[in-house]
């Protein structure tokens, strides 16, 4: 019984988050996704080259809890934005356009430190995601890492 209400408490926030958020609720979640999966393969590589420690592994935590605050910003920015307008009758074509720019900007560079503590694994990467994951940071940046 205790699973049903722990499963009915999980759906019921997350539809609030998506009816909340909107359009930006996806990538928020696949940017959560990412950041388990970068933790989890830098704590890994950080193992297998010896430099495991605590106090990098809470900095990272730090570092994603930073993350989630920049959204907020460009949330709240999205909100001023279209408050203001609205208030003037102006009617623009979007909701979350910074949000939605500042997580996607953060999930490829999530994919791209993953990538990197794969390589560190010894994991074998192909060419083509290298390739694909290089050409949209040059795109996001303007420069070469």
């Given at each position: 019984?205790?699973?049903?209400?722990?499963?009915?408490?999980?759906?019921?926030?997350?539809?609030?988050?998506?009816?909340?958020?909107?359009?930006?609720?996806?990538?928020?979640?696949?940017?959560?996704?990412?950041?388990?999966?970068?933790?989890?393969?830098?704590?890994?590589?950080?193992?297998?080259?010896?430099?495991?420690?605590?106090?990098?592994?809470?900095?990272?935590?730090?570092?994603?809890?930073?993350?989630?605050?920049?959204?907020?910003?460009a949330m709240g920015?999205?909100?001023?934005?279209?408050?203001?307008?609205?208030?003037v009758n102006i009617?623009?074509g979007f909701e979350?356009?910074?949000?939605?720019?500042?997580?996607?900007?953060?999930?490829?560079?999530?994919?791209?430190?993953?990538?990197?503590?794969?390589?560190?694994?010894?994991?074998?990467?192909?060419?083509?995601?290298?390739?694909?994951?290089?050409?949209?940071?040059?795109?996001?940046?303007?420069?070469?890492?």
């Open positions: 019984m205790e699973n049903k209400g722990i499963k009915a408490v999980i759906s019921a926030a997350l539809a609030a988050f998506a009816a909340y958020f909107g359009a930006v609720a996806v990538p928020v979640i696949v940017l959560l996704i990412m950041m388990a999966a970068d933790y989890l393969s830098g704590m890994a590589a950080a193992y297998v080259t010896a430099s495991l420690s605590s106090r990098r592994g809470i900095s990272g935590i730090v570092k994603k809890v930073g993350y989630m605050l920049l959204i907020a910003v920015v999205d909100y001023l934005i279209m408050n203001g307008l609205t208030a009617r623009p979350m356009y910074f949000g939605m720019i500042v997580t996607v900007w953060l999930i490829i560079n999530e994919m791209i430190s993953i990538l990197e503590n794969l390589g560190v694994l010894g994991v074998p990467i192909p060419g083509f995601l290298q390739a694909i994951v290089k050409k949209l940071r040059i795109t996001t940046e303007g420069k070469e890492r």
